[in-house]
């Protein structure tokens, strides 16, 4: 169980410095920012943000690849409320991508994983023994979800579809745009902060596991699907595009043929691997994620085949090894076993 309830305040629950602004402090947006200029989307639209970054501001990762059409969907939840789910295989950078987006606006971010251990006491609060006066006395510690609903936030629910069915539907009310969080224990209503946003991520669509890859992913109640407003797919890249990712996350220069040469051989190969996924073939997938993976231990063992072992072949069914290898011979010209 979560001990989020038990803190004091969630600014508490942060991995910025001490010194950095609290989030308590924001109001409105107080800027407007081109999309075009700052995500080189094709898109006239305008976004609101802050000129401060606060504690709960993500990181800007100056290498980050922004897709467009995932781009101008999580932009749309940010400009306009608009309740955003992000859907696709694993490793495709969905969470990162509303991260990313976050931190160039300065628009504190929390994520919480709903995996089917968070309850709903977890995410409302709960009552605490605390110390006052010298005396042990038993307060309501609010959650996430009523904090968060509270102040200017980007609330991201990771992995949606792996929620408990209590827990959703605490999630439901809040999922209208106006939607007020009702807290039983103190008959209270919550009314949402203008600039609250909310967020998820999700590896299947609702309908459940259809792959056999997301094993402990649910069937969501198709009412509350139907709350949210905006469903992207953010999935596998083509060839060009996913290079360009990696190189850009290990900084590999343009120039630098030897090693774009050797990226595009790692994303060539990946491919082949979803490819075999899709003829069933094999049970196990190569993601972008495990790509970045390969390449940054490539740079640690200085030995492609030993680090494709390490990353990606030691995960496959032993039954599935013979073919993995087929696919590397094909894209080197060697066996990653020799």
Known sequence: MSDFATIDTPEAVTTAENAAVPTSVLGAPDLMISSAEVFGIRTDMQVPAYSIRTEHVPDIDPSYKFDEDTTRAILAGFAFNRRVM????????????IEQIAARLNWPCVRINLDSHVSRIDLIGKDA????????ITEFREGLLPWCLQHPCALIFDEYDAGRPDVMFVIQRVLEA?????????????????????????????????TGLYHGTQQIN???????????TLNYLPLEQEVGIVTSKLKIPAEDKDATTLVERMVALANLTRSGFM????????????????????????????????????????????????????????????
Not at 222 to 232: C, F, H, L, Y
């Open 222 to 232: 198709q009412g509350q699907m139907d709350r949210w407003n905006i469903v992207a």
């Open 279 to 338: 003829a069933g073939d094999i049970s196990t997938v190569m993601s972008p994620r495990a790509v970045i993976a390969w390449a940054e231990n490539n740079r640690i063992f200085n030995d492609v085949a030993f680090s494709f072992r390490l990353t990606f072949l030691n995960k496959c069914d032993e039954a599935e090894r013979g073919i993995v290898a087929e696919y590397y011979q094909r894209c080197f010209n060697t066996s990653p076993l020799a």
């Open 129 to 136: 023994i605390v110390l006052k006066d010298g005396k042990q």
């Open 86 to 97: 992000v859907q696709g295989f694993h490793g495709t950078g969905k969470s990162s991508h």
């Open 178 to 210: 106006e939607g007020h969080l009702t807290l039983l224990d103190q008959n209270r209503v919550i009314r949402p902060n203008p600039a609250f946003r909310l967020f998820a991520t999700a590896n299947t669509v609702g309908l459940g596991d259809t």
